[in-house]
């Protein structure tokens, strides 16, 4: 009952054989195919068929046909992901360009996307425009054009695409929507890919039109069409007619109709790009279009252990679902700790000024596909409707080329591969299954392949731990069969492939250490690069550029670019005010001076310290210590891009603030006497947080001393706070939310009772109220009350009405107790200069630093920033785990009480162990916790053992990091939270500080 060279290792009963040997004898002209056998279990009674046709060219044996692999790579903005890359040294630079593009070698990416940049703020930062007027083009601004060089110097077969996340404002004519005039809007776009070709010398080859946002708001699907349709004719009249469109870089589902009813449109379209497709996969009307699809933006999920085990399996479940691409958001972590989707990347390079940087498990299993195919191969697919899975749970994807097969397998369970976009629900893996694969016959029996496994680890970056480890090979039987035992939550390559090797880290990355923003630290420009960007500064909002200093001043300064706000998708065309921030998250104690000049009449400048990211991206209000002259942002502050900007508010002499709008001024005064107003002319501001008291100082006279901004906020409560309760009905505050009400009355009524509710709860601090669905039964009333526990306003729709909870009348008490520091101003023209930053704490350290005795027995373990100064944070343990002893001492982590962490003796019964399969620190049942900071106690947070938490965990999973000893957690813990921001510092260690 076996079929040999057609399909091999086939078993049937004799009706179901016959059967399938009459369907061959119809198609003697196949040229290659196979057959592939999933086994369950170690004895033939026992075997259970799973079949596939590998096929090529047209002939599909009746089956799937197979489709071209594009590759694999990552996203270079969305915003500024990729910023601190050009302020490493050149020498670690080329060492993480390597890494990432150079073929054969590591990550190996064979597609490098990025953001067409439009001086908005796009997650994580700003990316400079190359048009922000119509009679203007520079093709210099920004750093992707070095780094597409980079990309291409290293592989110069690497596909290059770029994709708008917003346009230069001036494209809306005076409307929000960039498609108003379609010509100017495809010229605009044309003239970014002419400066690669035409000034860099680059071949960008695919563009997306918009990202996730199809069409303004209030507009007809048509005008991205017509848009497209024009950027087409324009290209193509430039010489450019192989640069493809793939659209729309969100859901191709809305893509469907108009492809199917319209050839003009399909005829401009190259192919289709979707964004997190997750377990959504494909629908048959979608693969029945017959283009090429990519997942174009995919994973945004912190790149650890679980990270690595999510990747891995969009990857193998993509191909399944017929996409031909895979992009990850983001290509590497370089930009400030702490920001939105920190260390999302292959890479992290968030120490420039140390040239420490770190390969993440996301990189390692990248290369499970990187080195063992190549862009061009076939992917072999299992059928019309999806993955090809293994019946004890996993999923594998054959790739092909005329000469070698490559076969990947991944089995990771949920709580190891959990992403956070799209996932199913709860699968199950067997801890181990016996799989045997029957292979094309491209593979000769007697032959070797390959086989490289990755399992689910806690401990990297390293070379010798669980990621990319070259297993003893295995023979291909004559039967053209091969035998995998695999283990759960691990990822293997099997293939014919043989000169492939392990990268090793290079020597001075694996010497080098995290360590804090260095300071003192100061910055006069000179030296830069006219249009150029200073390093370490990160632009949250508005976009700071080197030029030649004004007010008759010698020199370089740093200028304020945006006149106009830009125009960004339409879900967040929300703007704040230019904000660039500098630093660490964990400083506390810093002062901060600059030269500031105001350029444009109305305008304000000033300098922050302790600054936090609001929930919205800095799109709006920022907390923090704010420090204006010249004007302060309108106090609604959001701008819609392309609209009139709203007039700024006039400053007669300087405000204090506790937030980057100004709404909660905490003193204000005169500038003194000496000093002239900062229009056109140069002033020096100060400001000073030291021990939770500020000082500020213009033209280093004083303005204010001493005052407090570091006590705990009493905001007002009953009739006061209802009174003072800011309400919108054009706005929402998205997220936060923590407990619903239903009213079925008024939206005027359910208002004045949510507003009530929230000022009775003491966890509220915002509120929403949305109309319930007809056919929603568990929400029976008219509408509903979302109390939350922060956020921030957005102008757009979607909410019946929204507000904030008032503050404490004591203005000063809402700063937070550390953050950045900033470089503040209000949209119009302004410079800043001799930027001087240093720490107030004692020894101009940013912290308090720890006591520099000795740790000993006893003492508690604590959860702290892993370069804070003074910190203890080196341990060693082995490769597969167990206690952890601090490094040149006989003191391993325990508990005493089965309560708190502490050093105990390492021969102690209490010693805890590292699990480095989960990532916990156990003892018994009780995993070793990371308690969250409270937001103004200045004390570091203790560890403590509590219940083990399903995993994954934030507070309960922890990274061992084999060159350094840090004892890295999942969370943000160590940091202390303020309500209505966004916390994602991935730098809180395990930490001895007296």
């Not at 019946?391 to 097969?405: C, E, M, R, V, Y």
Request: net charge negative; aromatic share 10%.
């Amino acid at each position: 009952h076996y079929i040999r060279r057609g399909v091999h290792t086939l078993r049937f009963g004799r009706l179901a054989c016959f059967q399938q040997c009459m369907k061959l004898s119809k198609h003697r002209a196949v040229q290659r195919h196979s057959r592939l056998v999933v086994r369950l279990g170690f004895s033939t009674s026992s075997m259970v068929t799973m079949w596939v046709y590998a096929v090529t060219a047209a002939i599909s044996v009746g089956k799937v046909q197979a489709f071209r692999f594009d590759g694999i790579g990552g996203l270079s903005g969305g915003g500024a992901t990729s910023t601190f890359l050009e302020a490493y040294d050149p020498a670690a630079r080329d060492q993480i360009l390597d890494w990432l593009f150079k073929p054969g070698y590591a990550v190996s990416l064979g597609i490098l996307k990025v953001e067409i940049g439009a001086d908005d703020q796009t997650t994580d930062g700003c990316e400079g425009c190359h048009m922000r007027s119509p009679t203007d083009l520079n093709c210099s601004r920004g750093y992707e054009w070095a780094l597409m060089k980079q990309a291409v110097q290293r592989n110069p077969e690497i596909l290059l695409y770029g994709l708008p996340w917003g346009f230069a404002g001036w494209l809306g004519f005076g409307t929000s929507n960039p498609y108003h005039n379609v010509t100017a809007t495809a010229d605009y776009t044309a003239k970014w890919v002419e400066c690669g070709r035409d000034v860099h010398g680059l071949n960008i080859s695919m563009l997306g039109l918009w990202n996730e946002a199809w069409v303004a708001n209030g507009r007809p699907s048509t005008d991205a069409w017509e848009y497209a349709l024009a950027l087409r004719a324009r290209l193509d009249s430039s010489g450019l007619g192989h640069v493809r469109i793939i659209v729309p870089d969100g859901d191709i589902a809305d893509m469907v109709a108009p492809l199917q009813s319209n050839a003009t449109y399909r005829g401009a379209t190259w192919g289709l790009g979707q964004h997190y497709p997750g377990a959504g996969g494909t629908t048959p009307a979608e693969r029945a279009l017959g283009m090429p699809m990519w997942s174009s933006e995919d994973y945004s999920t912190y790149s650890d252990a679980t990270g690595g085990g999510c990747w891995g399996r969009l990857l193998v479940q993509n191909v399944g679902w017929g996409y031909s691409a895979t992009i990850s958001w983001y290509l590497l972590g370089a930009f400030a700790r702490g920001m939105d989707y920190d260390s999302d990347g292959f890479l992290r390079a968030e120490w420039p000024t140390s040239g420490h940087w770190e390969v993440t498990p996301m990189a390692w299993i990248t290369m499970h596909w990187t080195l063992f195919t190549e862009v061009g191969w076939d992917i072999q697919p299992c059928n019309t409707t999806g993955r090809c899975t293994l019946p004890n749970g996993g999923n594998f994807a054959l790739l092909t080329s005329a000469t070698d097969a490559t076969l990947i397998v991944e089995t990771f369970r949920h709580n190891t591969s959990k992403c956070i976009r799209k996932d199913p629900p709860d699968w199950e893996v067997q801890q181990r299954q016996e799989v045997t694969f029957s292979l094309p016959d491209l593979v000769h029996p007697g032959s070797n392949m390959n086989v490289w496994r990755s399992c689910t680890g806690w401990r990297y970056p390293a070379d010798d731990d669980d990621w990319l480890v070259h297993l003893e090979s295995v023979v291909v039987s004559p039967d053209y069969t091969v035998t995998l035992v695999a283990d759960a939550d691990c990822y293997y390559t099997m293939t014919t492939l043989t000169d492939r090797e392990k990268p090793v880290l290079p020597k001075s990355q694996t010497a080098t250490s995290s360590t804090a923003f260095p300071l003192p630290y100061q910055e006069d420009f000179e030296g830069r690069t006219v249009g150029g960007e200073a390093p370490y500064f990160g632009d949250q909002e508005g976009k700071w550029e080197t030029a030649i200093a004004g007010a008759g001043r010698v020199g370089s300064a740093s200028q304020q670019q945006v006149l106009a706000w830009p125009i960004l998708e339409p879900q967040c065309n929300d703007h704040s005010q230019p904000i660039t921030i500098i630093g660490d998250l964990f400083f506390e104690s810093v002062r901060i001076t600059a030269d500031v000049l105001v350029q444009t009449n109305g305008t304000g400048v000033g300098v922050a310290l302790r600054v936090r990211n609001p929930g919205s991206y800095f799109r709006g209000v920022a907390p923090g210590l704010f420090l204006y002259v010249g004007a302060t942002p309108n106090v609604d502050g959001t701008n819609s891009g392309g609209s009139s900007p709203q007039a700024n508010v006039p400053l007669s002499g300087w405000a204090l603030c506790a937030d980057s709008f100004c709404q909660q001024q905490i003193v204000t005064g005169a500038l003194p006497s000496r000093s002239l107003p900062p229009y056109h002319n140069w002033l020096t501001l100060g400001l000073e947080v030291t021990n939770g008291m500020a000082s500020g100082a213009v033209n280093k006279e004083a303005i204010f001393a001493k005052v407090p901004v570091s006590q705990e906020p009493q905001p007002p409560s009953g009739a006061e706070c209802i009174h003072n309760t800011t309400i919108a009905t054009d706005k929402v505050i998205a997220g936060f939310d923590y407990h619903q009400i239903v009213f079925n009355m008024s939206v005027s009524e359910s208002i004045t009772e949510c507003v009530t509710a929230c000022c009775a709860d003491t966890k509220c601090k915002a509120w929403s109220i949305t109309a319930n669905a007809i056919d929603d039964p568990p929400l029976s009333g008219s509408n509903t009350c979302w109390l939350k526990t922060g956020g921030a306003m957005e102008k757009r729709p979607g909410q019946l009405a929204c507000g904030l909870k008032p503050t404490s009348s004591d203005a000063g008490s809402a700063v937070p107790p550390s953050g950045w520091a900033a470089v503040v101003a209000t949209l119009g023209s302004s410079q800043f200069d001799n930027f001087h930053l240093e720490g107030t704490a004692g020894g101009g350290l940013a912290a308090r630093a720890c006591d520099q005795t000795p740790p000993s027995g006893g003492e508690n373990a604590v959860s702290a920033p892993c370069d804070y100064p003074g910190a203890v944070t080196s341990f060693t343990t082995t490769a597969t785990g167990g206690p952890l002893r601090l490094s040149d001492t006989n003191l391993c982590l325990g508990s005493l009480d089965m309560a708190n962490v502490t050093l105990v003796p390492c021969d102690s019964s209490s010693v805890l162990t590292f699990d480095v399969r989960t990532g916990r620190v156990l003892l018994a049942t009780m995993c070793m916790t990371a308690m969250q900071r409270e937001r103004h106690d200045m004390s570091l947070s203790l560890l403590e053992l509590t219940p083990c938490a399903p995993l994954p965990s934030d507070s309960q999973q922890f990274q061992f990091q084999p060159q350094t000893g840090a004892l890295r957690q999942k969370g943000s813990e160590c940091i202390a939270e303020v309500p209505g921001t966004t916390l994602n510092y991935r730098d809180c260690c395990v930490a001895l500080c007296a």
